[in-house]
Protein backbone atom coordinates (compact mmCIF):
# COMPACT_ATOMS: atom_id res chain seq x y z
CA UNK A 1 0.00 0.00 0.00
CA UNK A 2 1.39 3.34 -0.84
CA UNK A 3 0.21 7.27 1.15
CA UNK A 4 1.36 8.70 -2.21
CA UNK A 5 -0.90 11.31 -3.84
CA UNK A 6 -3.18 11.06 -6.73
CA UNK A 7 -2.72 14.19 -9.03
CA UNK A 8 -6.11 15.21 -7.16
CA UNK A 9 -5.32 15.01 -3.84
CA UNK A 10 -2.74 17.14 -2.13
CA UNK A 11 -2.33 15.34 1.07
CA UNK A 12 -1.73 11.64 1.52
CA UNK A 13 -4.27 8.89 1.05
CA UNK A 14 -4.29 7.66 4.68
CA UNK A 15 -4.75 11.04 6.25
CA UNK A 16 -8.05 13.02 6.75
CA UNK A 17 -8.91 15.49 3.99
CA UNK A 18 -8.31 19.41 5.81
CA UNK A 19 -11.54 19.79 8.46
CA UNK A 20 -12.75 23.33 9.32
CA UNK A 21 -15.89 24.08 11.79
CA UNK A 22 -17.43 26.93 12.37
CA UNK A 23 -19.86 27.03 15.31
CA UNK A 24 -22.56 28.94 15.76
CA UNK A 25 -23.47 29.96 12.24
CA UNK A 26 -27.09 30.67 12.12
CA UNK A 27 -27.43 33.40 14.98
CA UNK A 28 -31.12 32.28 15.76
CA UNK A 29 -30.05 28.79 16.40
CA UNK A 30 -27.34 28.42 18.81
CA UNK A 31 -26.76 24.68 17.92
CA UNK A 32 -25.46 25.43 14.40
CA UNK A 33 -22.43 24.35 12.95
CA UNK A 34 -20.82 24.70 9.37
CA UNK A 35 -19.03 21.40 8.98
CA UNK A 36 -16.18 21.39 6.03
CA UNK A 37 -14.34 18.00 5.05
CA UNK A 38 -11.82 19.16 1.93
CA UNK A 39 -14.62 20.45 -0.63
CA UNK A 40 -17.61 19.37 1.37
CA UNK A 41 -19.71 21.57 3.49
CA UNK A 42 -22.79 20.45 5.84
CA UNK A 43 -24.70 22.97 7.62
CA UNK A 44 -25.80 21.02 10.61
CA UNK A 45 -28.09 22.34 13.25
CA UNK A 46 -30.20 20.62 16.30
CA UNK A 47 -33.33 22.05 17.74
CA UNK A 48 -34.40 20.66 21.43
CA UNK A 49 -38.50 21.16 20.81
CA UNK A 50 -41.27 19.95 23.53
CA UNK A 51 -42.75 16.54 21.72
CA UNK A 52 -42.10 12.99 21.36
CA UNK A 53 -43.56 10.48 19.03
CA UNK A 54 -46.40 8.64 20.01
CA UNK A 55 -44.47 5.20 20.62
CA UNK A 56 -42.36 7.00 23.72
CA UNK A 57 -44.21 8.31 27.23
CA UNK A 58 -43.24 11.62 27.31
CA UNK A 59 -42.91 11.17 31.08
CA UNK A 60 -39.75 9.02 30.53
CA UNK A 61 -38.30 9.34 27.49
CA UNK A 62 -37.04 11.94 24.96
CA UNK A 63 -35.60 11.18 21.69
CA UNK A 64 -33.73 12.43 18.47
CA UNK A 65 -34.46 12.31 14.65
CA UNK A 66 -32.49 13.35 11.54
CA UNK A 67 -33.14 15.31 8.62
CA UNK A 68 -30.87 15.39 5.35
CA UNK A 69 -31.08 17.53 2.58
CA UNK A 70 -29.10 18.11 -0.78
CA UNK A 71 -29.25 21.89 -2.01
CA UNK A 72 -29.68 21.65 -5.79
CA UNK A 73 -26.73 24.06 -6.18
CA UNK A 74 -24.02 21.59 -4.46
CA UNK A 75 -23.48 19.51 -7.39
CA UNK A 76 -22.80 20.08 -10.65
CA UNK A 77 -24.96 19.74 -12.58
CA UNK A 78 -27.77 21.07 -10.54
CA UNK A 79 -29.25 18.58 -7.84
CA UNK A 80 -33.03 17.89 -8.34
CA UNK A 81 -34.47 19.42 -5.37
CA UNK A 82 -36.72 16.72 -3.43
CA UNK A 83 -40.44 18.04 -2.73
CA UNK A 84 -43.01 16.05 -2.43
CA UNK A 85 -41.37 12.46 -2.56
CA UNK A 86 -37.93 12.40 -0.81
CA UNK A 87 -35.28 9.49 -2.54
CA UNK A 88 -34.63 6.32 -1.26
CA UNK A 89 -31.22 7.42 -0.47
CA UNK A 90 -32.07 10.22 1.56
CA UNK A 91 -34.04 8.34 3.74
CA UNK A 92 -30.92 5.78 4.39
CA UNK A 93 -29.12 8.72 5.18
CA UNK A 94 -31.67 10.53 7.44
CA UNK A 95 -31.44 7.00 9.23
CA UNK A 96 -27.98 6.24 9.43
CA UNK A 97 -27.97 10.15 10.78
CA UNK A 98 -30.91 9.47 13.36
CA UNK A 99 -28.98 6.28 14.39
CA UNK A 100 -25.50 7.32 14.99
CA UNK A 101 -26.61 10.27 17.20
CA UNK A 102 -29.08 7.95 19.36
CA UNK A 103 -26.56 5.96 20.07
CA UNK A 104 -24.36 8.51 22.19
CA UNK A 105 -27.91 9.63 24.05
CA UNK A 106 -29.56 8.91 27.38
CA UNK A 107 -33.22 9.60 26.43
CA UNK A 108 -33.99 9.85 30.29
CA UNK A 109 -32.15 12.73 30.66
CA UNK A 110 -34.81 14.66 28.63
CA UNK A 111 -38.13 13.28 28.71
CA UNK A 112 -40.74 14.60 26.61
CA UNK A 113 -38.41 16.48 24.31
CA UNK A 114 -36.80 15.77 20.75
CA UNK A 115 -33.87 16.83 19.51
CA UNK A 116 -34.25 17.73 15.96
CA UNK A 117 -30.96 17.18 13.65
CA UNK A 118 -30.81 19.24 10.29
CA UNK A 119 -28.06 18.26 7.93
CA UNK A 120 -28.09 20.47 4.76
CA UNK A 121 -25.42 19.71 2.21
CA UNK A 122 -24.47 22.86 0.71
CA UNK A 123 -21.81 22.21 -1.24
CA UNK A 124 -20.74 18.12 -2.23
CA UNK A 125 -17.49 16.35 -2.88
CA UNK A 126 -18.16 12.99 -1.43
CA UNK A 127 -18.71 11.85 2.26
CA UNK A 128 -21.78 14.10 2.88
CA UNK A 129 -23.33 11.76 5.29
CA UNK A 130 -20.15 10.94 7.38
CA UNK A 131 -19.26 14.61 7.44
CA UNK A 132 -23.10 15.59 8.14
CA UNK A 133 -22.90 12.73 11.40
CA UNK A 134 -19.51 14.44 12.68
CA UNK A 135 -20.96 18.14 12.27
CA UNK A 136 -24.39 16.99 13.97
CA UNK A 137 -23.06 16.13 16.96
CA UNK A 138 -21.03 19.27 17.39
CA UNK A 139 -24.32 21.30 16.74
CA UNK A 140 -26.08 18.81 19.14
CA UNK A 141 -23.31 19.67 22.27
CA UNK A 142 -24.13 23.23 21.71
CA UNK A 143 -27.54 22.85 21.53
CA UNK A 144 -27.76 21.13 24.93
CA UNK A 145 -25.45 23.56 26.50
CA UNK A 146 -27.95 26.32 25.66
CA UNK A 147 -30.76 24.20 26.78
CA UNK A 148 -28.80 23.75 30.24
CA UNK A 149 -27.75 27.33 30.58
CA UNK A 150 -31.58 28.85 29.78
CA UNK A 151 -33.02 25.57 32.30
CA UNK A 152 -34.47 23.59 30.05
CA UNK A 153 -32.31 20.78 30.58
CA UNK A 154 -30.40 20.36 34.40
CA UNK A 155 -27.68 18.08 32.51
CA UNK A 156 -26.67 16.82 29.34
CA UNK A 157 -27.85 13.60 27.99
CA UNK A 158 -24.94 12.91 26.07
CA UNK A 159 -22.50 10.02 27.09
CA UNK A 160 -19.79 10.04 24.67
CA UNK A 161 -18.48 11.48 20.85
CA UNK A 162 -19.88 9.81 17.82
CA UNK A 163 -18.45 10.79 14.48
CA UNK A 164 -18.03 9.12 10.55
CA UNK A 165 -15.34 9.02 8.36
CA UNK A 166 -15.49 7.09 4.60
CA UNK A 167 -12.77 4.86 3.85
CA UNK A 168 -12.16 2.59 0.57
CA UNK A 169 -9.98 0.84 -1.89
CA UNK A 170 -8.47 2.39 -5.08
CA UNK A 171 -6.06 0.76 -7.49
CA UNK A 172 -5.34 -1.68 -4.27
CA UNK A 173 -4.45 1.39 -2.08
CA UNK A 174 -6.42 1.73 1.15
CA UNK A 175 -7.73 6.03 1.09
CA UNK A 176 -9.39 7.77 4.05
CA UNK A 177 -12.18 10.42 3.51
CA UNK A 178 -13.11 9.96 -0.19
CA UNK A 179 -13.76 12.83 -2.07
CA UNK A 180 -16.34 12.38 -4.97
CA UNK A 181 -13.74 11.14 -8.09
CA UNK A 182 -12.02 9.00 -5.82
CA UNK A 183 -15.23 7.57 -4.14
CA UNK A 184 -16.47 7.05 -7.94
CA UNK A 185 -13.54 5.50 -9.13
CA UNK A 186 -13.25 2.98 -5.90
CA UNK A 187 -13.49 -0.65 -5.97
CA UNK A 188 -14.81 -0.69 -2.51
CA UNK A 189 -16.79 2.20 -0.35
CA UNK A 190 -17.06 2.12 3.29
CA UNK A 191 -18.89 4.67 5.77
CA UNK A 192 -18.00 3.78 9.32
CA UNK A 193 -19.49 5.75 12.61
CA UNK A 194 -18.19 5.00 15.48
CA UNK A 195 -17.80 6.03 19.32
CA UNK A 196 -15.64 7.81 21.45
CA UNK A 197 -14.74 4.14 22.84
CA UNK A 198 -13.70 2.96 19.17
CA UNK A 199 -16.71 0.85 19.23
CA UNK A 200 -18.42 0.61 16.07
CA UNK A 201 -22.10 2.12 15.68
CA UNK A 202 -22.64 0.89 11.88
CA UNK A 203 -20.25 -0.23 9.15
CA UNK A 204 -21.41 0.02 5.14
CA UNK A 205 -19.31 -1.54 3.12
CA UNK A 206 -19.52 -2.33 -0.94
CA UNK A 207 -17.70 -4.12 -2.96
CA UNK A 208 -18.08 -1.79 -6.46
CA UNK A 209 -15.37 -3.63 -8.35
CA UNK A 210 -13.34 -6.29 -7.57
CA UNK A 211 -14.38 -8.26 -3.92
CA UNK A 212 -12.51 -7.26 -1.26
CA UNK A 213 -10.81 -9.71 1.07
CA UNK A 214 -10.96 -10.20 5.39
CA UNK A 215 -7.22 -9.11 5.15
CA UNK A 216 -8.83 -5.83 3.39
CA UNK A 217 -11.92 -5.04 5.67
CA UNK A 218 -9.36 -5.48 8.98
CA UNK A 219 -7.09 -3.12 7.15
CA UNK A 220 -10.09 -0.53 6.52
CA UNK A 221 -11.77 -0.56 9.65
CA UNK A 222 -8.48 0.23 11.52
CA UNK A 223 -7.82 3.03 9.06
CA UNK A 224 -11.72 4.27 9.74
CA UNK A 225 -10.74 4.00 13.28
CA UNK A 226 -8.06 6.14 12.90
CA UNK A 227 -10.26 8.71 11.10
CA UNK A 228 -12.66 8.39 13.49
CA UNK A 229 -10.30 9.08 16.30
CA UNK A 230 -8.44 12.28 14.64
CA UNK A 231 -12.06 13.46 13.91
CA UNK A 232 -13.46 13.09 17.53
CA UNK A 233 -9.97 14.70 18.76
CA UNK A 234 -11.52 18.17 16.27
CA UNK A 235 -14.59 17.80 17.87
CA UNK A 236 -13.18 17.94 21.45
CA UNK A 237 -11.16 20.72 20.61
CA UNK A 238 -13.81 22.66 18.97
CA UNK A 239 -16.52 22.31 21.85
CA UNK A 240 -13.57 23.34 24.36
CA UNK A 241 -13.24 26.50 22.60
CA UNK A 242 -16.57 27.14 22.84
CA UNK A 243 -16.69 26.39 26.89
CA UNK A 244 -18.87 23.66 26.32
CA UNK A 245 -17.64 20.11 28.17
CA UNK A 246 -19.29 16.43 28.13
Known amino acids: MTTE ?50 FLDPEKSGWATAEYNMMPSATSPRFKRERSKISGRTQEIQRLIGRALRAVIDFSAFPGKTLKLDCD ?23 IDDAIKNGRLEKSPLIGYVSAVSVGVLK ?34 TAEGDA ?13 TEGNLEIQKRQRETLAACGVKL
Open 121 to 143: VIEADGGTRTASISGVFIASALA
Open 212 to 224: FSREQLNQLLDLA
Open 5 to 54: QPAHRNHPLNTLRPIEIECGFLKKHPGSVLYSSGDTRVLCTAVLEDEVPR
Open 172 to 205: EDLVLDLNYEEDSAADVDMNVAMMGEGKFIEVQG
